[in-house]
């Protein structure tokens, strides 16, 4: 089912102090950028490498404001490793298989996640505390 | 400088449990067990995918004792990801760049890692709370 380490989420306060650092420090540049309403998160897209599959890369999450999941992460937490994504070919079907095992899904339908994947997230207490998303990667042509 | 994710590195309290959870809910297999007295963790790399630099894996680690880093960590934090690490061809040249940036190295010179591998750890204050390892995979005929 699972194909790929697709991408790691990192929550911080400045995405573009983070973007500088990660480009510094790791030489990882910008692929995409994104403003996600709907999860209120400005975030970016860093590239680490191509598969078969699909691409690899870290995710930096700016909350838009402090009354949103990761505004509230940052808050409790701080500065770290938010969440973790895995390749799937079929999220919905991925979706099924995991609800089957009993694992609590946060999301009941896809939606839409970056770079137009489609995306949906497990609950993180049924997944040994780790907040896990799923992906499926667009078309190749899209 | 950085070729693939190499693994994601989680904290756990019980490390069959968990190898359990993650075969179920998403088919993902044990290709190595490890205990490794140094680090005071008994761990287990479940395998995601092989890339053309190396692969990709999820680490279970569970603390041999309390009075362990990940033991520490389990404490305050819980359950939860402890690591990110990055594949990379040269750990101790990877070192000096990166300590040329001025970000902190846990590790002066490179150690043992999962899997007859070479490792290092990067200071987590310096790469956005993130505790990040460095690691060069042994030859492939090793």
Redo the contacts between chains.
Sequence with gaps: ?????DH?G?A?HDLEA?IA??Q?????KVVHREVNEEQGVREAMLH??D?E?GG?YIQLLEPLHPDTPVGKFLAT?????HH?A?GVSDVAGAMDE?AA?G?RLIDKTPRHGSMNSSIAFLH?KD????LTELVQAPPRDS
């Design positions: 089912m699972i194909l790929r380490i790691v990192i911080c983070t650092l990660y510094k420090t790791f030489g990882l680490v490498a598969g599959t690899s937490r701080g500065e770290g490793v973790v895995y995991i095992t694992v993180p997944v040994g505390g780790v």
